[in-house]
């Protein structure tokens, strides 16, 4: 189990940095016209205007949404194709919790807000994308630390 943990915590990790390389590129609109990067706005929901303090919390959810994708689905990870299509199923269900709930609720936002504002469609169909990637870089990781990992002796 360990083990299955640890996989998926360092391919959560990995993949944390692709996803957090498309939201420093990625915009997002503000109340006053202008856009910010979306790691800027990671880094509100901790109350802080720092892109440092938000790469270092996205990066460390990552590691833990990764440890328990491990864990969750560790014994369910037989292939790459059964990776990535786990790992796209954890991706939609983290868009949905933390991008479409959580985050704009830390924000002082309603739930589900990005969907209903056009201004913001964009950046959910963009975060969607985001949750997708981040999946399958997690699920496919996993399986091969886990692969990497049974063939390794034993010391």
């Known amino acids: 189990m360990q ?11 990995i993949a944390g940095v692709v ?23 990671v880094a509100k929901v901790v109350r802080s ?8 919390f ?3 959810n990552s590691l833990l949404i990764g440890g328990a994708f491990g864990l969750l689905f560790g014994s369910k990870l ?4 059964s990776g990535a299509a786990w790992g796209a199923l ?7 919790l933390g991008g479409l709930i959580l985050m704009p609720v830390l924000l002082g936002m309603p739930a589900f807000s990005a969907l209903r504002d056009p201004m913001m469609r964009p950046v959910a169909m963009g975060s969607l994308v985001g949750h997708l990637i981040f999946g399958v870089i997690l699920g496919v990781g996993a399986v091969l630390l886990l692969r990497r990992g049974a063939t390794q002796p034993v010391s």
């Open 58 to 60: 996205h990066l460390v």
């Open 19 to 41: 996803f957090g390389m498309m939201m420093q590129m990625m915009k997002a609109p503000t109340p006053d016209g202008m856009e910010v990067p979306m790691m800027a706005m």
């Open 49 to 56: 205007d720092s892109m440092v303090v938000g790469w270092l």
């Open 3 to 13: 083990s299955r943990v640890a996989a998926g915590a360092v391919s959560g990790l």
């Open 78 to 81: 037989h292939s790459l194709g």
């Open 90 to 96: 954890y991706g939609v269900f983290w868009w949905v």
